[in-house]
């Protein structure tokens, strides 16, 4: 049965966090279905919360370990225009890789916290893979208000960019390792953009609160108790 041992809210210059130029970033470890990480992980306006971890081996899930690493990258325009934010899963079994049978879910929520009502919103979205050898699998789901999207990366070949919008997203991502397969990471990109179309920005944060607690309720209902 997953684990997760949550260690307090980590936010930007503070905690366990680590900055390298312009880059910020944030990491949890997991080994097996354990998953150590704090229970929100603050980067610039995003926060990650929610955080669900699973792996199925047949040959053992104590031998899958690696961390998962949040990164903001901060490109100079004004506010966060521009900025990208990553979340990147590295697999470090044996020499840094996963080799196949195996599969696993991770899923967890992404928030953006406006508090000078600059109208932020999600713009678009990535995932990626690298891929090693024989066949490999990875899908991202994303529900957000007003829709969802499914990408895939197959055998380390890139999806996306594809646009999303508001201001909460959940993300489901399933990746699957056949026999001969071998891969060493898989990757999730997320962009944003202050140009909200119509009379959108006055739903405010009350709406955007609103969704972010059905997107909670759903995607519990869905994960194994």
Not at 17 to 29: D, E, I, N, P, Y
Not at 109 to 135: C, E, K
Not at 204 to 218: E, K, M, T, Y
């Amino acid at each position: 049965m997953p684990k997760a041992l949550l260690a307090g809210l980590l936010v930007v210059g503070g905690g366990s966090l680590v900055s390298a130029g312009s880059v910020r970033a944030a990491q949890c470890t997991f080994e097996g279905s354990t998953l150590t990480c704090p229970s929100a992980i603050t980067l610039g306006d995003k926060v990650f919360s929610d955080f669900f971890w699973e792996v199925i081996d047949p040959d053992g899930v104590e031998d899958i370990v690696g961390d998962i690493e949040f990164k903001w990258d901060q490109l100079g325009a004004p506010g966060f225009a521009d900025d990208i934010w990553t979340v990147d899963v590295d697999f470090d079994e044996g020499a840094g890789n996963i080799v196949g049978p195996a599969s696993g879910t991770f899923s967890y929520l992404v928030s953006i916290v406006d508090p000078l009502g600059a109208g932020w919103r999600f713009n678009t979205a990535s995932h990626d893979s690298d891929w090693l050898s024989g066949v490999s699998l990875s899908t991202k789901l994303v529900d957000y208000e007003g829709g969802s999207v499914e990408l895939t990366s197959a055998n380390g070949n890139p999806d996306g960019p594809v646009a999303i919008g508001g201001k909460v997203i959940a993300v489901t991502d399933t990746w699957s390792v056949e026999a001969d397969g071998v891969i060493d990471s898989f990757s999730n990109t997320y962009t944003q953009t202050s140009e909200v179309p119509g009379p959108l920005p006055l739903l405010g944060a009350g709406a955007a609160f609103g969704f972010s607690r059905r997107l909670r309720s759903r995607i519990r209902q869905s994960r194994p108790v």
